[in-house]
């Protein structure tokens, strides 16, 4: 029998050639064939056959399948996330109303047939066949149109659009072409009004459940009296009754300080902890452990970051300039700050969206009020736009939609182009709102250069107010910042004057030949720019790296000076202003009442406290379903960003009205929420359901047990530092982004500091679209939109990762040489790697095991030991790993120039063992 056949570690995946040994011929190669793509046909290349599929209309899905396609139905809007009608809102349906809507649209001289005003019509196209097919942009016609790549398909006629625009649309066809517009049906076409189109009834409109204000229903009652321990249990006890369920038994006490340790500070309980908790008899003992973890420090960091994805907080721009933000760091610190600190989550979204409004004691409060204001800064910007209008349109409509749906859960910013399409928000309440935030500068800073047309100020902090200047650079950095620097300098010696470049412009421009080479000129002219940029970031550091008082910078808002109305804008485009509108809120949101805004400023605070009100239908009911989210694995409305009637209703309607009317007569008290919610019987049960519930109710949408829950990128990184005892548990002064400024163009700066960090996962960069890998793999937060609920995939990749990224296999060494100092015998080392990575003793069989395998795997390790690797073949060198002798990968591991654990067989096949215990499913996966 294989050592490790009788542990239940397995993990959800293959192990991956690094333990191929471990496994039966058969089950290796299986899993191999499993990931395997079908190679090409030998006749055709793969795409020439993909091109004459296209072609054929015999061709069917089980033909499609063979080729390594797979047929993508486009979904009905009733079945589109958030994130995809948020996705075609914001990138598609402007596009196509701007650049296509004047000849391909209902009403419209229509051009070849193709109409794209609909889904129907975009899938079935005009002359030429179908505009799209879901999921395969290449046999998408109206991309290869948008791309210019064939001259007898150039759309728009116009000229063509942005790279970043075209990489938009490949993307959407790549989701399958989400398209939340409604669907033509027989009789109907695309001119038909919605129910509500033009004549919306506000009034009606506010029938609606998520509109009417919370009120609390008293208790339920239940047959099982002795059951519920907190009011919370007598809605979800009620519930269960009326379905049949009963809750399952308790989690052992080893379980549950896991499950409350990791869900309230995001970290692992040290073995001490479990000890203690499992020795203390007393009734309150668990009361003081949620107790305990409230106060840590961690508790800030763990739920700081939980509100940065709803934030989208990000250090750079994303889109096609992707420019950094250096200074977004300081808003991240102050989230988790709030956090530590309790802030009232009322006073938490006033600070964020009018601090800069508020009275400050100090400079030190002055300097948190504004920084806190980073939260309407820190969106997605396209700095390379060529127009200041449309740059300013596309800022406001983020910030409403960051604003409308992280605190109202309310799609405000569907509205733009048109009236809202489920929800009771006609276009003209879009652009009150806009008129708030056009009447207030946004500060996110950046330095003019190549691919930013659009930099801007950023918040000078006080010198007195206490704060941190920022991160010191490594001396690595500076070695490369000072290269890049010299080698800049170099290019453009001698190089002419501005003056001399635009009297050869102007020389071209009379039809002359110019003196000069105007395309080196222009490559002189960013050069230029790159070192403006490195002069600017001089002003930031001194000669040794160290961040100066010219680094109390801060990204944030302020008031512009003048209140501003804007224009109703005709299918949102710029030159089709309509009607001013006077600057308000959505109506159908003033339940409680509407505020008044003042004539002479923006009205953002005005904004901030109705938003913030006991009165507003919304606020503290999105909050609520949020934190319980976090804690029980789904919300009680599972579309947390969307409460409008494209959402769902939610499960138990009593039971979230009670608490959200309890959360704001307990002073919008978040910690309180979260302890009373920790505190419920429904949160300590087992999360193994019994046979009915296995059969009714297997995902726990009635809660009779718990659910099973993937832990977070940052929860699994942060658990093998934990785990290795390398953890720092200190917060990191600033950020890495911090030390450079510029474009995203950071793999040399990245390959030399996030190895080096070991600092929680919070603090590691996030880069738009350069993510740590550690992160990206466990399904990070996607920082463009507004992110209530995480995806939660389990892929291949995640098991290769765990399996043979060098960061986990230095990590697993670290963990190897920490059994070795602490624990003497075999069985010892086994009982306190268990102890580390999964918070309990091991099983006996799980232990003999374990045992086994480490002395299999160290004699291996003894027979390679005296070889040392040698220079593979060349013609061998790209040879897969897993086709290699065992005893050649474990030299190949013992000699790894990158290896932090010498020669020594012992500490191998410990460290192959702690790897182990990081690839199995129960080490990120909470129970």
């Avoid at 409403?400 to 003209?428: E, M, N, W, Y």
């Avoid at 793999?747 to 880069?767: A, C, T």
């Avoid at 374990?850 to 040698?870: D, G, V």
Wanted: contains cysteine; negative net charge; hydrophobic residues 40%.
């Amino acid at each position: 029998m294989e050592p490790l056949a009788l542990m239940r570690l397995t993990p959800s995946r293959p192990l991956g050639v690094r333990y191929a040994i471990l496994l039966p011929t058969t089950v290796l190669t299986a899993s191999l064939a499993s990931v395997a793509a079908p190679p090409p046909s030998p006749d055709r290349p793969a795409s020439q056959r993909r091109e004459s599929m296209m072609h054929d209309d015999s061709m069917n899905g089980a033909a499609m399948s063979e080729m390594g396609m797979h047929e993508i139905r486009q979904k009905d809007p009733s079945e589109l996330t958030q994130a995809e009608i948020s996705f075609f809102e914001s990138k598609i349906r402007p596009v196509l109303s701007g650049a296509c809507f004047k000849c391909h649209s209902e009403g419209s001289r229509v051009r070849g047939g193709l109409r794209v005003d609909t889904p129907d019509a975009l899938l079935r196209g005009g002359e030429s066949g179908p505009a799209i097919v879901p999921g395969d942009p290449d046999s998408s016609i109206l991309i290869l149109a948008l791309r210019h790549t064939d001259e007898d398909y150039e759309m728009p006629p116009s000229g063509k659009l942005s790279d970043a625009v075209i990489a938009d649309f490949e993307r959407w066809v790549e989701m399958g072409c989400p398209d939340p517009r409604a669907r033509e049906t027989l009789g109907t076409t695309a001119s038909t009004p919605t129910a509500h189109a033009g004549t919306m009834d506000i009034e009606k409109g506010r029938e609606f459940w998520a509109y009417q204000l919370p009120t609390r229903a008293a208790l339920p009652e239940v047959k099982q009296s002795a059951w519920p321990r907190t009011d919370v249990d007598y809605f979800l006890l009620h519930a269960m009754e009326a379905h049949d369920i009963s809750p399952v038994k308790d989690a052992d006490k080893s379980t549950l300080l896991r499950r409350v340790t990791y869900d309230l500070t995001g970290l692992p309980p040290s073995p001490p902890e479990v000890a203690a908790f499992i020795r203390d008899k007393s009734a309150n003992a668990y009361e003081q452990a949620v107790d305990r973890l409230l106060d840590s420090s961690a508790f800030g960091e763990r739920w700081g970051r939980h509100w940065l994805d709803v934030a989208r907080y990000a250090e750079s721009s994303g889109k096609e300039s992707n420019v950094l933000y250096p200074h977004a760091w300081r808003y991240r610190d102050w989230v988790i700050d709030a956090f530590n600190k309790n802030t009232p989550y009322d006073r938490f979204l006033i600070e964020q969206l009018a601090g800069d409004l508020l009275p400050a004691h100090d400079d030190a409060e002055f300097a948190q009020l504004w920084i806190a204001t980073g939260y309407l800064a820190l969106g997605t910007k396209s700095h390379n736009a060529r127009g200041r209008a449309q740059f300013q349109a596309d800022l406001i409509d983020e910030q409403i939609d960051a604003v409308s749906q992280g605190l109202l859960a309310t799609t405000v910013a569907c509205a733009r182009c048109h009236d809202h399409k489920f929800d009771p928000i006609p276009q003209k309440d879009y652009y009150a709102l806009a008129g708030i935030f056009a009447s207030t500068e946004t500060r996110y800073g950046t330095v003019a250069q190549q691919q930013n047309n659009h930099p801007a100020q950023l918040i000078r902090l006080p010198e007195n107010a206490g704060l941190p200047l920022g991160p010191t650079q490594p001396e690595s950095v500076q070695r490369l910042l000072a290269a890049a620097y010299d080698r800049i300098t170099a290019a453009i010696e001698g190089a002419p004057t501005e003056a001399e470049l635009r009297e050869a412009r102007l020389a071209e421009s009379r039809g002359e030949k110019p003196k000069i080479d105007l395309q080196a000129a222009q490559r002189i002219r960013i050069a230029r720019g790159q070192l403006d940029v490195y002069d600017h970031l001089a002003t930031r550091c001194d000669t040794d790296g160290k961040a100066t008082t010219g680094n109390l910078l801060a990204m944030g808002v302020a008031e512009s000076g003048r209140a501003i109305a804007v224009p109703l804008l005709e299918r949102g485009e710029i030159d089709k202003a309509g009607a001013i509108v006077p600057r308000g809120v959505p109506e159908v949101l003033c339940a409680g009442g509407t505020p008044e805004l003042p004539s002479a400023t923006s009205g953002r605070l005005e904004l901030a406290q109705w938003i913030a009100s006991d009165t507003h239908p919304l606020t503290a009911r999105v909050w609520v379903n949020r934190v319980w989210l976090h804690l029980f694995g789904k919300g009680l409305v599972r579309t947390p960003d969307n409460f409008g009637s494209s959402g769902q209703a939610p499960t138990h309607p009593e039971l979230l009205d009670a608490l959200a009317v309890d959360f704001m007569e307990n002073g919008w008290n978040t910690k309180a929420l979260i302890k009373a919610l920790v505190l419920s019987h429904a949160y300590q049960l087992d999360s193994t359901p019994d046979a009915a519930q296995a059969k009714n109710d297997p995902d726990a949408d009635w809660y009779g047990h718990m659910p099973h829950r993937r832990l977070e990128a940052e929860a699994i990184r942060d658990s093998m530092l934990a785990a290795a005892g390398t953890l720092e548990l200190e917060r990191p002064v600033g950020s890495m982004v911090n030390m450079v400024e510029g474009s995203a163009r950071l793999d040399q700066f990245m390959q030399l500091l996030i190895p080096e960090s070991r600092s929680r996962s919070l603090y590691l960069p996030v880069v738009r679209d350069a993510i740590p890998q550690s992160m990206q793999v466990f399904d990070f937060a996607e920082s463009s939109f507004v992110t209530g609920d995480r995806d939660e995939t389990t892929v291949p990749t995640q098991a290769l990762y765990l399996l043979n990224d060098e960061n986990v296999l230095r990590l697993a060494d670290a963990f190897a040489q920490r059994l070795q100092r602490e624990a003497g015998t075999a069985d010892e080392r086994v009982q306190r790697g268990f102890l580390l990575a999964l918070g309990r003793k091991p099983t006996s069989a799980e232990a003999t095991a374990s045992r086994a395998f480490i002395k299999h795997f160290e004699q291996l390790a003894s027979r390679s030991s005296a070889a040392q690797p040698q220079e593979a073949p060349a013609q061998s060198r790209g040879n897969r790993r897993g086709n290699q002798p065992a005893v050649q990968r474990i030299r190949e591991r013992m000699g790894r120039s990158d290896s932090t654990i010498p020669n020594d067989p012992e500490l191998i096949a410990l460290s192959a063992f702690c790897q182990s215990l990081f690839a199995t499913a129960e080490f990120r996966t909470l129970d």
